[in-house]
């Protein structure tokens, strides 16, 4: 799918209607969640990248195992020249409409999940743990994401398309000269102070 899907957002000024903020919100999770759900409507993708008056609703899924997080980068044949060489510590993508009465953002989530990796084991925990918005250029502008820790029973995960992609399980430590800079680009520096909490 490219910029003619249609996509899930929320207008701009209803999602912050009690004013928008910076970065990782980590309070009142529940409650936004709902109110998040309460106002998607559906645009085209295409329209909704050039208009921040909407808000893409994204989920972001933190994988982990044990005291290791999976780290990935797009190299040079991903498609979206503006993530090259960017490192993305969620497994990511857009929401789509659905048909039934299902939760659109969980359907979303689970998909984008299983097209994006490869996991060979069980998800021993599931959990919203903050919403991060980043105003800083223009690619973040116009998406709000949905920030999950997925806590898996091994470390047996790889990406599936490793002609855009190549990733690995890394500690915090280990990824700290990677991404420890907030004055970097991307959301992973905006999360990178948060892991330990995680």
């Not at 799918?1 to 919100?25: A, N, P, S, T, Y």
């Not at 939760?103 to 979303?108: L, S, T």
């Not at 997925?150 to 915090?172: A, C, L, P, Q």
Request: aromatic content about 10%; glycine content about 8%; cysteine-free.
């Amino acid at each position: 799918m490219g910029l003619e899907e249609d996509i899930l957002v929320v207008k701009r000024d209803i999602l912050f209607k009690d004013g928008e903020w910076q970065g990782l919100k980590t309070d009142n999770l529940d409650n936004f969640y709902l109110h998040i759900q309460k106002n998607l409507e559906v645009i085209n993708r295409g329209k909704a990248e050039q208009d921040e008056r909407y808000k893409q609703i994204i989920p972001y899924i933190l994988f982990k195992h044990e005291n290791r997080f999976f780290l990935y980068e797009y190299i040079k044949g991903a498609t979206e020249v503006r993530l090259h060489h960017n490192y993305i510590l969620g497994i990511a993508g857009h929401l789509n409409p659905i048909a039934n009465g299902d939760d659109a953002i969980e359907v979303g989530m689970m998909r984008e999940w299983e097209e994006e990796v490869d996991f060979e084991g069980n998800i021993k925990n599931k959990k919203l743990v903050g919403i991060l918005n980043d105003n800083r250029r223009d690619v973040e502008r116009v998406h709000l994401g949905l920030i999950y820790v997925f806590e898996g029973d091994n470390s047996k995960i790889e990406i599936k398309e490793v002609e855009k992609m190549k990733g690995r399980m890394m500690t915090i430590e280990e990824m700290e000269p990677l991404i420890g800079d907030e004055e970097l680009l991307g959301w992973a520096p905006l999360l990178f102070p948060y892991l330990d909490r995680f």
